[in-house]
């Protein structure tokens, strides 16, 4: 695996004893959240769907992380698409190209247009 995984902890740490994360903006509430840490495994386990969002940068070290937890059968959306996001995610992961067995798409940067502003609360724009 590239770099460590266990990043922002003051922020997982707000997410996780508050149980969810605030958004301020277009997007007005609170959201809870069944987990929040770096327990990768965890969060992969019995997950139809994985919803990978984060900067550019940050697609290819978590694809490491994933690939000993993924299985057959899910689908890995990748935001955002900017930068091949897929086939970075599938290069991560250890993944053919065209291996079917888990379905790698992507979506725009659109979702990912919020600034954290606080521990465990965003602004969107």
Do not use: W
Not at 26 to 49: C, N
Request: charged content about 20%.
């Amino acid at each position: 695996m590239g770099q460590s995984v266990k990043q922002f902890p003051e922020n997982i740490e707000a997410v996780r004893n508050q149980g969810g994360i605030h958004c301020e903006g277009i997007l007005e509430g609170f959201q809870p959240v069944a987990s929040a840490g770096h327990e990768i495994e965890a969060a992969l386990d019995g997950a139809d769907i994985v919803y990978a969002v984060g900067p550019a940068y940050s697609t290819r070290p978590f694809a490491e992380a994933c690939r000993p937890y993924l299985r057959r059968g899910q689908i890995v959306i990748v935001c955002p698409s900017s930068c091949g996001g897929a086939i970075e995610f599938k290069n991560g992961a250890g993944l053919d190209l065209r291996d079917e067995e888990i379905v790698v798409a992507e979506t725009s940067t659109l979702p990912y247009a919020v600034r954290l502003f606080n521990p465990g609360k965003y602004k969107d724009f």
